[in-house]
């Protein structure tokens, strides 16, 4: 498992809690260097990691969509279903107002996370279908999200939709396909170094994520000391909706669709693991806040800690195989009778 496989030694997890502290306790670190607002880069840094991310897609990715339609279409749909109106109801149940409940609705609305992979793996759920929901859930993104901002959070900040999605295109879209074709481009010659370029690609999808996370953080401490909780606690019952509603519903289709426990389990985290970079970016490009940006911050820290416990759980609880791995099998081999 070759997709930011750095995440599974805990890194990660470790590297976002510490630069989280920092931001807290040294935010004039984090603000502005040489008078530049170190939040412009912040954009730049999301395209990096998207570019890594297409550089490890192959034409399999893409072709699995066909090999699984069923999992990957339940997967999107309860992507850009389930996440936009829980996170809708947790902002208004916690009584978010103005940039921070149109913060919490993005974070709802973007695509899957990239780290969703490397749970799966550690899950020992479906590592193929969960890298091509990853995909699908990023290039949709485009068109669907500018959407549920409009619809969600349009009564709590102005949201410019062409602006959105035009943005959304240069930070997501065009450096995914750019990636894909760099590897294509290469061809043998990216195989014959995939372990240094994989580790490299890693290495600055993590320093991404971290550095955006830090610039966003810092200049809105004392707002974090006044609501950190709150904000953290909304991550905590988003996150939860995301696992529960998308494991319950695919089992559920599982009686009537090609759903076993496994593909289950990975549209679990699929659904529940968001792309906290990219909300992120989005926050402080579009919306022109960092304060709209905190709720995908407290996102980034909880997903992977959150994902991590569940991985572990699962792991001593194989999925089972044959009879019992599908709702559906025992109601036909009763119709068959």
């Known amino acids: 498992m070759s997709v930011f496989g750095i995440l599974r030694r805990q890194t990660f997890a470790l590297a976002i809690i510490l630069c989280a502290a920092s931001a807290y306790l040294w935010p004039g670190l984090y ?65 978010f107002q103005g940039e921070l409940a149109a913060g919490m609705v993005l974070i709802g609305s973007v695509a899957g996370g990239m780290a969703s992979n490397v749970i799966a793996y550690l899950a020992k759920a479906n590592v193929a279908l969960s890298v091509t929901m990853t995909c699908v859930s990023t290039l949709l993104s485009p068109f669907v999200t500018p959407f549920l901002m409009k619809t969600l959070a349009g009564a709590y900040v102005e949201i410019d939709t062409l602006r959105m999605m035009v943005e959304m295109f240069k930070i997501v879209v065009f450096p995914v396909v750019a990636g894909g074709l760099v590897r294509f481009a290469l061809g043998r010659r990216y195989e014959a170094h995939k372990k240094g370029l994989d580790f490299a690609l890693q290495a600055v999808a993590m320093f991404g994520i971290c550095f955006s996370l830090v610039v966003c953080l810092a200049p809105n401490r004392d707002l974090l000391v006044q609501a950190g909780l709150l904000i953290f606690l909304s991550s905590v019952l988003h996150t939860a909706v995301g696992y529960s509603l998308g494991y319950w ?44 940006a905190l709720p995908a911050n407290a996102a980034a820290i909880w997903m992977n800690l959150s994902g991590s416990t569940l991985a572990n759980y699962w792991s001593k609880r194989p999925p089972p195989t044959g009879r019992a791995a599908s709702p559906r099998q025992p109601q036909e081999e009763e119709e068959g009778k």
């Open 249 to 292: 519903i695919s089992r559920l289709l599982g009686r009537w669709l090609p759903i076993d426990e496994r593909d289950a389990r990975t549209v679990a985290i699929e659904v529940g693991m968001q792309n906290g970079g990219m909300a992120a970016a989005l926050a402080v490009n579009v919306l022109q806040s960092s304060v709209a």
């Open 31 to 95: 603000i502005e260097w040489f008078g530049v607002k170190l939040t412009s880069f912040v954009g730049p840094s999301i395209q990096l990691i998207m570019f890594g991310m297409g550089t490890t897609l192959t034409a399999a990715d893409f072709l699995r969509v066909a090999k699984a339609p069923w999992s990957v279409a339940v997967g999107a749909v309860l992507q850009f279903s389930v996440m936009p109106i829980a996170a809708l109801g947790v902002a208004k149940v916690l009584g």
